[in-house]
């Protein structure tokens, strides 16, 4: 049996002029970490396989963004395992999904 995790990142970056820079740090990140397969095709929105913990997945989102405008959800599939990170302006997240997480 494999140790490995299938784990979502759903993000917005706002833009600036680091804008392309944080976008490809974080898509770089998540490819680093990942064992196994990755999915991509839309965008702002990653799948990807990994055998790392949550902690260390959210850890990896949150040093590569800007946790003062930017905002990611991260969630293992298949697990009531979710956090959001950065900056959240709408509060229906947590009503939307009761176990998340503020990271």
């Known amino acids: 049996m494999s140790d ?11 833009s600036g002029p680091d804008y392309s820079d944080r976008y490809n740090d974080l898509i770089e990140s998540l490819q680093f970490i990942t064992t196994g397969k990755w999915w991509d095709e839309t965008t702002s929105f990653v799948l990807l396989e990994t055998d790392e913990r949550m902690a260390s ?19 293992r ?27």
């Open 4 to 14: 490995t995790n299938t784990y979502f990142v759903s993000f917005t970056l706002h």
């Open 57 to 75: 997945v959210v850890d990896t989102v949150k040093n590569n963004i800007d946790l003062s405008e930017d905002v990611a959800l991260i969630g």
């Open 77 to 103: 599939v298949g697990f009531k395992d979710w956090s959001i990170v950065g900056t959240n302006e709408d509060e229906d997240v947590f009503a939307l999904v009761p176990f998340l997480k503020k990271r």
